[in-house]
């Protein structure tokens, strides 16, 4: 069993930046990538920014050059930067990854449980 809790959300003002990290523990032997994802109130999920474990990350065009996504692959933690906030980045962030618990296993994926980012005057 593979746990995700992620932490760093927030009440922010517009412009302003925060910073959310996930931690990954449990039955871990390697995780193929890790990302964020997050729901505005009445829409679907959405891909914000993924990271794979030799670095190339993708954005959702919306983000791109306002948040960086980061991973520290011993620690099997993910971060996610964000500046230049907007109110409607406004959404409950999940933190997302594919894990596996031995060589021989096939990678499964995981969800946090969100953390709610807030963008308003």
């Known amino acids: 069993q593979v746990q995700l809790v992620e932490s760093g959300g927030g009440l922010v003002q517009p412009g302003g930046s925060l910073r959310l990290s996930c931690a990954a523990s449990g039955s871990i032997f390697s995780i193929n990538d890790m990302g964020w994802y997050r729901q505005a109130p009445g829409k679907q999920r959405d891909l914000v920014a993924r990271?794979?474990?030799?670095?190339?990350?993708n954005y959702a065009d919306s983000v791109k050059g306002r948040f960086t996504i980061s991973r520290d692959i011993a620690k099997n933690t993910v971060s996610l930067q964000m500046n230049s906030l907007k109110p409607e980045d406004t959404a409950v962030y999940y933190c997302?990854?594919?894990?596996?618990?031995?060589?021989?296993?096939?990678?499964?994926?995981?969800w946090g449980q969100g953390t709610l980012v807030t963008v308003s005057s």
């Open positions: 997302n990854a594919h894990s596996r618990a031995g060589p021989w296993s096939g990678y499964r994926e995981v």
């Open positions: 990271i794979v474990s030799g670095g190339s990350t």
